[in-house]
């Protein structure tokens, strides 16, 4: 978290797991987040509550995204990021043409949305910065060069595991389901996996962290449910 009052953000798309997804990130960081999952709900939401920011997907029922930004820049100023799975430059732009600040093409990474939208705020005066690392014990994530250090020691990580770890070192001591992070690990991206995919790539993981499964100092296996990281005061329980 950040440290200030950061604005309320409506965040509309009619995906209810990516709205999940993406409110946990943004709470995270100071944000309240208000959810809409359709143009005309959108609309009254934003009356309702007069939000600082507005994320808001184009495909959208009841009223397309474009269509909403038109009609949010008729009475406001706000900044509105908008989401987008069509990859054609023109679909892009049309955003652009009537209002949008900046646009992201799905998928997308929860903490890059959530970068993106400092730093739209940071453009519009609002403020708010994105916290450049995370710092857990002596695991230090460098998220602008996406680099990882245990003790002062650089540690190479697949995508995959960058992703495992950079979920369980944004929430330490919370228990991720495997769905959950097979979730942020394929965020918003329609790819067939399975639960055990986590075991091996957090086997592999736990190796380049030089981390006992049997004595962890950093990533405990929660039986039964999934994984957290350990927080460094807590006990150190075997796994």
């Not at 409506?10 to 959810?35: N, Q």
Request: charged letters at 30%.
């Amino acid at each position: 978290m950040t440290g200030r009052t950061q604005p309320t953000v409506l965040v509309v798309d009619d995906d209810h797991k990516l709205i999940a997804l993406v409110r946990m990130y943004l709470e995270r960081d100071g944000f309240t987040v208000v959810p809409a999952y359709d143009g005309r709900q959108a609309l009254d939401l934003f009356a309702r509550h007069r939000p600082g920011f507005v994320i808001l997907d184009v495909m959208l029922p009841e009223m397309d995204g474009v269509a909403v930004c038109r009609a949010l820049r008729k009475r406001s100023e706000v900044p509105i990021l908008m989401l987008t799975a069509r990859v054609e430059e023109s679909d892009k732009l049309s955003g652009l043409a009537v209002g949008a600040d900046d646009y992201v093409t799905k998928p997308f990474s929860p903490r890059e949305l959530v970068a993106r939208v400092h730093a739209i705020l940071r453009r519009a005066g609002s403020g708010g910065a994105p916290a450049p690392r995370i710092v857990r014990g002596d695991l230090l994530m460098d998220l602008e060069r996406h680099e990882v250090f245990v003790g002062g020691r650089e540690v190479r990580l697949t995508v995959i595991e960058y992703k495992l770890l950079q979920a369980l070192m944004e929430f330490p001591g919370r228990v991720f389901t495997r769905e959950q992070l097979l979730t942020h690990v394929y965020a918003f991206n329609e790819v067939a996996v399975i639960d055990r995919t986590v075991d091996v790539h957090v086997g592999k993981l736990r190796e380049k962290l030089g981390d006992d499964p049997v004595r962890p100092r950093y990533i405990e296996t929660v039986r039964g449910v999934g994984y957290r990281l350990l927080e460094p005061t807590r006990p150190k329980r075997a796994g």
